[in-house]
């Protein structure tokens, strides 16, 4: 009876860890491919590729597993309502920017050492941009790639 209910209380543990990774995977499937949303998915591979002359984002490259990017070039409550639930109830919120009616939220789950969940939310009139980050890396290494290419004035 013990060892049932060890088992009962490690599943009812792990079943909610998997939802939410589910959850934001289910997104990108239900709008990949419709008519007006735009999918891009990177390797690994790649993305040591388009930073190979860098060496401190060659570094931060190498624990990426993953970058997903959903666009919608039509307004869509539904998505943002959508990603904005799972978001909520998976992801800790990292920070919120604003400027000239364009909105970006940052979150990030680190349930799961080796596959950490970044997410990008950005919303300006009638376009969405929803960018997930899988792999082993911390916010730090995020913020690091996020300034490849940007040039300080």
Known sequence: ???L???CFALCCVMPLMAQQNSIDKLFAQYS???GFKTVVLGPKLIEQSVANNEKTSDIAKKINMIRILSSEVESPELIAMVQAVADSSYEFISTTAEN?????FYINE??????????????????????VRGDFSV????????FGVKQE
């Open 140 to 147: 730090t290494d995020i913020t690091q790639l996020s300034k």
């Open 5 to 7: 209910a060890i088992l």
């Open 101 to 105: 009616g364009e909105v970006t939220s």
């Open 33 to 35: 491919g419709k008519p």
């Open 1 to 3: 009876m013990k060892k």
């Open 111 to 132: 349930v799961k050492i080796q596959n950490k969940s970044f997410l990008m939310i950005a919303h300006r009139s009638g376009k969405e941009i929803i960018m997930e």
